[in-house]
């Protein structure tokens, strides 16, 4: 039998949404992921004097058992090289059990729904993205009842690109466009130079050094009458310069393409946005 569950993460250590798409990782291994909130970026409570948290909730659906999702996420901790520490201190990654369906349990081990949720603003944030009409079991009110009680400010909420960190809302952000294609919908497709890698670099310099913060690479002309281009031909035209990109700048780099079979290879060669024309949808 399928179970639901919440849980939230939290980390202020180190690459913190590395540690946090760490443990979504792991945890796919033993639960399904069902929906993660956005992220958020908030202040230390009880112990201050450490580093800001990045936090997110996740939706799970299970058939672990209480005991065993809380076994389950504590080797997940340890996994990611949590060791004990200060209590409320600074750490690598935490993951606490928030919900499990609409259960009610009180063990020296394992307390749900998590006692010290209704005044957790890091907590209870992420949890208005998920399901602001999930009610808790024992106070018989809403998530959204709770944070109106809370009476705070929503967080920052952030977006992680590597080892970026971008806050909505502060400025407008400027995108570098680097078309690898000879037939580009605007006429400056780079495939048309002798040497695309290097006149792609070129260009990267140009983009950055005009306050671009951020590069997209596409190798696929959406242009009327376009070229059909196999994934291979279009994998050969972009990941050698987002390779090469990666070593070169020091923005974000953004991959411009509707095919997953293109967006696997290019995220590992170093982008960390996906822009898809398709909007996911192909």
């Not at 466009?177 to 006149?199: C, H, M, Q, Y």
Request: glycine share 6%; proline share 7%.
């Amino acid at each position: 039998m399928s179970h639901s569950s919440f849980i939230a993460l939290g980390s202020n250590i180190g690459n913190r949404a590395g540690y946090l798409h760490a443990a979504l990782n792991e945890m796919s291994s033993y639960v399904t992921i069902v929906e993660t909130s956005h992220l958020y970026e908030t202040i230390p409570m009880l112990v201050t004097d450490q580093p800001l948290f990045l936090n997110a909730v996740c939706k799970v659906s299970t058939q672990l058992s209480p005991s065993e999702l809380l076994r389950a996420v504590k080797e997940t901790e340890a996994a990611l090289g949590r060791t004990p520490s200060i209590r409320y201190g600074p750490r690598v990654i935490d993951l606490d059990i928030l919900f499990y369906d609409d259960a009610v349990i009180d063990t020296p081990e394992l307390k749900i729904p998590h006692l010290l949720l209704p005044e957790r603003d890091f907590v209870l944030a992420p949890l208005l993205d998920l399901d602001r009409d999930l009610i808790h079991p024992l106070l018989e009110v809403t998530v959204q009842k709770l944070w109106q009680r809370l009476q705070k400010p929503l967080p920052p909420r952030v977006m992680s690109l590597g080892d970026s960190i971008w806050h909505w809302g502060q400025g407008t952000r400027l995108m570098g466009i680097l078309n690898v294609t000879p037939d580009s919908f605007s006429g400056d497709g780079l495939g048309k130079a002798i040497d695309p890698l290097a006149e792609a670099l070129v260009q990267a310099s140009r983009f950055t050094a005009a306050g671009a913060d951020v590069l997209d690479v596409g190798g696929y002309s959406t242009r009327p009458g376009h070229a059909f281009l196999s994934v291979e031909e279009e994998i050969d035209r972009i990941v050698p310069v987002i390779t090469a990109l990666r070593n070169a700048v020091d923005v974000p780099i953004s991959v411009d393409t509707f095919r997953v079979e293109v967006a696997e290879p290019a995220l590992d060669a170093g982008a960390v946005w996906l822009n898809d024309v398709s909007g996911l949808s192909k």
